[in-house]
T-cell receptor, first 114, second 108 residues
Framework: SAVISQKPSRDICQRGTSLTIQCQVD?????MFWYRQQPGQSLTLIAT?????????ESGFVIDKFPISRPNLTFSTLTVSNMSPEDSSIYLC???????????FGPGTRLTVL | GQQVMQIPQYQHVQEGEDFTTYCNSS?????IQWYKQRPGGHPVFLIQ?????EVKKQKRLTFQFGEAKKNSSLHITATQTTDVGTYFC????????FGAGTTVTVRA
């Protein structure tokens, strides 16, 4: 299994600013993902974070709004840029190790944009 | 990605009773995973089903994958308060597409 930590756990931000969320895995994983989850809703995949190359974004999500880095196999960041109240959500990262069937999720970052 | 429909959205269960949540797809699924998310927590993997007609059990939880690999179900027997949370199915096609989830509350 893998243990995933995220920083910050929560934040309250002003409209127009940006926030970078960090995701750290305690062991090497082949795949890392970023999700968004509105309270009481399901998880929506934002992008797959690729090590050493540009992330692969899902429909409706773009790099300018959600730039993602993954400099190595155990770390990734997601930036929420030029925030608006509609970006208020829980952001979760996950990792999938080689040979694992499942994804392991971080505790999430609860973002509130005023 | 593949889309899965999950019903019911909410399940209010008397402690000790059984219930089932269903996951349906219009297309054939490679495999399907189930996750549980406790209130205020993050999703935790429960099981993956790969084979047509597969049935797997985890204590009081029984997971089934349909013969056509287009539907799946999770059946919980003798519900306990520890079963409270949201159960998600997710179609796995190199990335997960989550269903809407079934949120379970338990009456003691």
């Amino acid at each position: 299994s893998a243990v995933i930590s995220q920083k910050p756990s929560r934040d309250i931000c002003q409209r127009g600013t940006s926030l970078t969320i960090q995701c750290q895995v305690d062991s090497q994983v082949t795949m890392m993902f970023w999700y968004r989850q509105q309270p009481g809703q399901s998880l929506t995949l934002i992008a797959t974070a690729n090590q050493g190359s540009e992330a692969t974004y899902e429909s409706g999500f773009v790099i300018d709004k959600f730039p993602i880095s993954r400099p190595n196999l155990t770390f990734s960041t997601l930036t929420v840029s030029n925030m608006s109240p509609e970006d208020s959500s829980i952001y979760l990262c996950s990792g999938e190790g080689q040979g694992y069937n499942e994804q392991f999720f971080g505790p999430g970052t609860r973002l509130t944009v005023l | 990605g593949q889309q899965v429909m999950q019903i019911p959205q909410y399940q209010h269960v008397q402690e000790g009773e059984d219930f089932t949540t269903y996951c349906n797809s219009s297309t054939t699924l490679s495999n399907i995973q189930w996750y549980k998310q406790r209130p205020g927590g993050h999703p935790v993997f429960l099981i993956q089903l790969v084979k047509s007609g597969e049935v797997k059990k985890q204590k009081r939880l029984t997971f089934q994958f349909g013969e056509a690999k287009k539907n799946s179900s999770l059946h919980i027997t003798a519900t306990q308060t520890t079963d409270v949370g949201t159960y998600f199915c997710a179609a796995n096609d190199y990335k997960l597409s989550f269903g809407a989830g079934t949120t379970v509350t338990v009456r003691a």
